[in-house]
């Protein structure tokens, strides 16, 4: 596939999905974790904080909220205009970033991006979210499958939909890996409860927040934390697993350079290889040796490093007036 689309485009339908991917994985671990604290004993702060924590805008919410408390936290993670990986702020840069490639994209895509943006804006006035939140927090996760679902379904797997697989692929892993790390979080004060019922019960909702609870209890059954790392981090064919994200989001990016698989040309393929390649090569024992948290922090780093090698490599440095000659 030749490398022709414009910048700006590649730009915006980037963002535009991993914005997408971004409010929805915000709404499961909300919603998994309202439903998680019906039953468990953990105190409010330790119960919310590690959601912010994890979201990587704690230092934002200490100065605006102070306390993590159930309202604090969900106010902050769903309304705050002011926090930028909100679900309301994602939103708003899904429909503004869908808007300026209108030329781009199918009517079917412009049409759920701004219906989302305006149900979410109508269910701020309405206090919707306080008043039934497991069906707010339901339809925000149903909006964003639609739109996704649209996507695939009504644009053409062109340059442009490999940017958004390959963005919406980047972003699912980054969130699983944190999704897994608030489970680390939780346990930090209460490691006696490690083994027990409840740890069960928190494992069950870390499978939950990715919509792999039966999927896991098809293929192992029996909750088991070596499991459902490994599950979650090596699996290769459930579609919210590490590995399974990599391996679309590697074959997109070559898709997009035009690079065999298995070679790089760019800093952005090389660096998804030696990922890739790092998990192919590991097990679940090594990783729980090397500590989960770890793991977990340094995977982060490096997907990090990889966004910035897809800007640097297909956007930055990219002319302005590639496509110039088709128009």
Known sequence: MS?????????????????????ENVARFVDVNLNLSLDSSLGMSQQWAPLVATSGDFALFQERYGEATRENVIEFLTFDA????SILSCLRAVRENARTVRETISSEMWEQA???YLMINEDVQSGRVWNSPHEFYADLKLGCHLFQGITDSTMSHNEAWQFIRLARKLERADKTTRILDVKYFLLLPHVQDVGTPIDDIHWAAVLRSVSGFEMYRKRFGRISPLRVVDFLILDGEFP???RYCLQRAAESLHKISGTPMGTFRNAAEQRIGHLRAELDYTSVDSIIGQGLHEFLDDFQTK????DDSVFETFIAMRPMGTSAARS
């Not at 490398?3 to 999905?17: E, P, Q």
């Open 3 to 23: 490398t022709i689309l414009l910048s700006r485009v590649a730009d915006s339908v980037y963002w535009m999905s991993r914005y997408i991917e971004r409010a």
């Open 82 to 85: 002011k926090n930028p990986n």
């Open 114 to 116: 701004n219906k989302l």
């Open 240 to 242: 919210r697993s590490v």
């Open 303 to 306: 997907l990090n490093t990889i």
